[in-house]
């Protein structure tokens, strides 16, 4: 024990004593649990990592191969449920409380520890599960410090909960540069009540800093609201900030900037409290606690308790299905993550990505050459993977993926906040991130634009992630899904311009989108946030959209018309016999006395005209011109650079070097003069000659990836997953995810860690967001 204590480092101040690095095993035992010792942990005593008795042995073995390291001592601890005193309730309409200090697990639980050795590393992996207890409570006088320290060290997933109830605000400049138009002190007594300026509502009231005006706020779930508090920002514009009176208290606040369109914060809340006794004569003091839920606690409260219809047709309950191989497992909210846990329920359930993400980590064993798995992505995706499709009956009442949100969003400032967040734009970042999600969302798609002047196309590939559609205003049925999607990809000629290389002009043109590939997840996004004429304000629909439960891409493909004439990239490719001047144009000019070649000229460089005034200008502003009346040559972009390669080159040579080697680095290099010289320095006995192989490697290495497949026609495409979304707005509200194994089988409803049949889809229709149609 003494060698222990005298090899242990610093001990952090923040431990990972959760969760098992590997797994979501813990260390609670509740009273209904048999076996006291059935969940426990073992904090390792050389790295502070925390792992779960099975393994230990995979903890050791990376260790002894990144580090060349045993690390055999660990403090194995476990916590028992204590017994609740008789008569001891709950209180029933008790407020949520989300500003709070961490929680003491000690008032609920009694935790238990022993000090443990394993056997030193050996070929023999029985051996590395043998230990010695060398210390333990029922055998200690006194607990050791360094336990001591490790027991009172603050959980990360503690911090992380304390976090998740907190909303990061920022400061403006309407804060920064706040002016007050009050010419004398306006007398609030919040204690005798205060109502709307327009209505009789005395609760959800905002007051505006500027002017003292106490308007009502917006309608929320299960709070009333007439907007007059915002119609008073829309008369005066420069009255941007107002704070909400029942969210007041010596600690609490909420402020929000109009002209922002955000809560957000003063810097120095004394600052606050001083403006609101002066200009008001409310003493922040004053008062006990917020008389109101703040922003904060009415959005995560809804987030956490806001249900999609979990009772059946005739009223009744649904039943709660298990975890397990049949319907694989839920994710628990960790405050704001609804939106992550729909997305995740959507990529584990299709086979084609989960083979995919297995094959890009290796298979679904953990490396032994990673020390720290917390910090590693493929980690845990594989410890995400073995829970929901290996080993979902381990976890009865699912499991919180903090860990994993914590790797998957490091350093991305939205994501990584406690914010609620849009599941579509966490889904493209997800594309971005990860390879393997790309791999089967993303597709081909085509951009063609038709020159409505001459008549040449143009096509742009670019990657697609999915398809946006849009609802239709003031139809409130028998909208098609289908029909949306057709309306996503018909022509569009709506002020399009464009730089046409053969009329060398900006021209009109007619922009139409299709299918070059097909991806395996087809992923349809509807938007549903339209504009509320009113008081123009972004709000969400709920106008229902009736779905197809199959659907196929025949009409959306790239379908390349004969005779359409490709235009050239740039006006540098284009060869003389490849400019056709406008005939009618050419032959009025030549009639002013012009020679044929001068005009075909004038027309080329004032961009073919369909009236022959520019033109005209041109030739009398270039009369003079020595070649004016010779045949028009244009050099090719190939050609030009040739020539400048040329010339470089015989100015390298000056330096000592070999012609054709500075012509081959020039080549390779772009032209870049300085790193074609470091090239031929790096390589002195290349023999200057382009080789096929080195040709074909720098063509290869220009290549956009290609995504998806190429055989679109007569594939069929079955919907099984929907993200749905309740609330009025896309940044706040409740994501859930609805998925079918066929599309002739009931619907489940994944709502975070409950998991139902449902026998409705009525939600479907009304709420949902994302549809996810699977290539059959």
Not at 336 to 345: A, V, W
């Amino acid at each position: 024990m003494d060698d222990i204590i005298a090899n242990i480092a610093d001990i952090p101040n923040v431990i990972s004593k959760d969760e098992c690095i590997y797994c979501f095993e813990n260390c609670l035992n509740h009273l209904n649990t048999q076996n006291t010792h059935q969940h426990t942990l073992n904090v390792c005593l050389k790295c502070f990592q925390t792992v779960c008795p099975r393994h230990v042995t995979l903890h050791r073995q990376a260790a002894f191969v990144c580090q060349d390291s045993q690390h055999d001592s660990y403090l194995h601890m476990w916590k028992q449920e204590k017994a609740k005193p008789e008569g001891q309730e709950e209180q029933a309409n008790k407020k949520l409380k989300l500003e709070v200090v961490e929680l003491n697990e000690a008032d609920t639980f009694d935790t238990l520890w022993e000090v443990i050795k394993y056997n030193a590393m050996s070929d023999n992996e029985d051996e590395l599960g043998q230990y010695e207890v060398l210390s333990s409570l029922a055998n200690s006088e006194s607990i050791p410090t360094f336990i001591n320290k490790i027991l009172n060290a603050r959980s990360r997933a503690a911090m992380d909960q304390t976090h998740s109830w907190e909303l990061t605000l920022n400061t403006c400049d309407h804060i920064k540069n706040f002016q007050p138009e009050l010419e004398e002190q306006i007398k609030l007594n919040l204690s005798e009540g205060v109502k709307c300026k327009d209505c009789d509502l005395t609760n959800n009231l905002w007051l505006c800093l500027h002017c003292g005006n106490v308007g009502c706020g917006r309608e929320q779930v299960g709070i009333e609201g007439h907007t007059h508090a915002l119609a008073h920002y829309d008369s005066h514009k420069t009255h941007s900030l107002a704070v909400k009176l029942g969210s007041l208290s010596p600690t609490t606040n909420d402020v929000y900037c109009y002209s922002c369109d955000d809560e957000v914060r003063f810097t120095d809340n004394n600052k606050l409290s001083q403006l609101l006794l002066t200009l008001f004569d409310i003493n922040l003091a004053q008062i006990g606690t917020a008389q109101e839920k703040t922003l904060t606690e009415l959005q995560v409260e809804q987030n956490m308790q806001w249900d999609f219809r979990m009772t059946d047709s005739q009223g009744k309950e649904f039943v709660l299905l298990p975890n397990g191989e049949k319907y694989g497992l839920g994710l628990q909210n960790l405050g704001n993550s609804c939106y992550m846990n729909s997305i995740l329920q959507v990529l584990f359930h299709d086979s084609q990505w989960v083979d995919t993400m297995v094959d890009s980590c290796g298979g679904f064993e953990f490396p032994r050459d990673v020390m720290f798995p917390a910090t590693n992505l493929r980690c845990q995706w594989i410890k995400l993977y073995r829970a929901v499709k290996l080993e979902p009956e381990l976890y009865p009442h699912g499991i919180k993926p903090t860990s994993f949100k914590r790797c998957i969003t490091h350093g991305n400032e939205e994501f990584s906040s406690q914010r609620q967040q849009d599941a579509m734009e966490f889904f493209t970042y997800l594309m971005d991130r990860v390879d393997a999600v790309g791999d089967v969302t993303q597709f081909m798609l085509m951009d063609k634009l038709t020159c409505n002047q001459c008549g040449g196309v143009k096509y742009t590939e670019q990657v697609g992630n999915s398809i946006q559609v849009s609802l239709p205003e003031g139809i409130h049925e028998g909208v098609n899904i289908t029909n949306q999607i057709k309306q996503y990809f018909q022509p569009n000629n709506d002020d399009i311009k464009f730089d046409c290389t053969q009329c060398h002009t900006s021209v009109n043109a007619t922009k139409e989108l299709s299918m070059d590939t097909a991806p395996d997840l087809l992923v349809v996004n509807v938007m549903r946030m339209q504009i509320d004429k009113t008081n123009w304000s972004v709000v969400k629909t709920s106008d229902p959209l009736e779905y197809d439960d199959k659907i196929t891409l025949n009409s959306f493909i790239t379908n390349h018309t004969s005779g359409e004439v490709i235009l050239p990239e740039d006006r540098d490719d284009v060869s003389n016999n490849e400019f056709i001047p406008h005939a009618d144009v050419l032959t009025q000019l030549v009639e002013m006395g012009f020679s044929k070649e001068a005009c075909t000229k004038a027309m080329y460089h004032t961009g073919n005209p369909i009236q022959g005034d520019v033109a005209v200008q041109w030739l009398f502003e270039h009369i003079e011109d020595p070649d004016i009346n010779e045949p028009l040559i244009i050099e090719s972009k190939k050609e030009n650079n040739g020539n400048e390669y040329e010339s470089k080159a015989q100015e390298m040579t000056q330096m000592g070097l070999s012609y054709s080697v500075c012509l081959k680095a020039l080549k390779l290099n772009k032209g870049d003069v300085n790193a074609s010289v470091e090239w031929v320095f790096a390589h002195p006995d290349d023999d200057g000659v382009m080789e096929e192989e080195e040709e074909e490697e720098e063509t290869k290495s220009s290549d956009k990836k290609v995504y998806g497949h190429k055989e679109i026609k007569g594939i069929e495409y079955e919907l099984l997953d929907v993200v749905c979304h309740k609330g009025n707005s896309i940044q706040s509200g409740h994501y859930v995810e609805f998925h079918r194994n066929e599309v002739n089988e009931p619907w489940i409803l994944y709502n975070d860690e409950k998991m139902v049949e449902v026998d409705s889809i009525e939600e479907i229709k009304c709420n949902g967001y994302i549809y996810v149609y699977r290539r059959v």
